[in-house]
């Protein structure tokens, strides 16, 4: 069974603390996406990745950057955390030339 | 820019009635057009998608009406039950850049008994 983890359900940070969220997939796909889901706005694609070692910027970059050192783990992480940043993240991988994506089951982050 | 414009934001509906979600696009090189379902506490899922050389595709009570003039895309939920009650998200993708989809807003859908 296709199956994407990330690494926590609710975390709760202080501004301007570093935060990591990690994303697991077990199905060897070569893209991996990070979104982030409020209501009202969908979701919107902060970064996504095509390889290990490669990055693309999404629509919403800013206060963001990411790794993917291995094929199956891609981490956002938020520099110094704020409370605009507040919301839900869920990542998703695609296997090349097929177009179903597969989401994890989101992290809920609260700044405070 | 919000490339894919979804509406209505929420829908209530009767048992056994049909909800309609609609969708419009403006990158007409957007080739793959899906449907995703998201329950609460849970990621999105595929529920059914489309590609433009087709005008319709129908999967059990779910209908994906596809209309590549006006670059407009629509979900039909045919005897609408309360499990189907969940938030609907439209997607559009390329199929360069990894796939990445461009969803939009979401609706919010409960049906009621």
């Known amino acids: 069974d296709v199956k994407v983890t990330q690494s926590s359900r609710y975390l709760v940070k202080r501004t301007g603390e570093k935060v990591f969220l990690e994303c697991v997939q077990d199905?060897?796909?070569?893209?991996m996406f990070w979104y982030r889901q409020d209501p009202g706005l969908g979701l919107r694609l902060i970064y996504f990745s095509y390889d290990v070692k490669m990055k693309e910027k999404g629509d919403i970059p800013e206060g963001y950057s990411v790794s993917r050192e291995k094929k199956e783990r891609f981490s956002l992480i938020l520099e110094s955390a704020s409370t605009n940043q507040t919301s839900m993240y869920l990542c998703a991988s695609i296997m090349s030339g097929v177009a179903e994506a597969f989401f994890g089951q989101g992290t809920r982050l609260t700044v405070v | 820019q919000q490339q894919v414009k979804q509406s209505p934001q929420s829908l209530i509906v009767q048992k056994g009635g049909i909800s309609i979600i609609n969708c419009a696009y403006e990158?007409?090189?957007?080739?793959?057009f899906p449907w995703y379902q998201q329950f609460p506490g849970k990621g999105p899922a595929l529920l059914i998608a489309?590609?433009?050389?087709?005008s319709e595709k129908k999967e059990g009570r779910f209908t994906i009406s596809f209309n590549k003039s006006a670059k407009q895309f629509s979900l039909h939920i045919m005897d609408s039950q309360p499990g189907d009650s969940a938030t609907y998200f439209c997607a559009a993708s390329n199929g360069g850049g990894g796939n990445k989809l461009t969803f939009g807003t979401g609706t919010q859908l409960k049906v009621e008994l």
């Open positions: 199905m060897d796909h070569e893209n």
């Open positions: 489309i590609r433009p050389d087709v």
């Open positions: 990158n007409t090189a957007f080739d793959y």
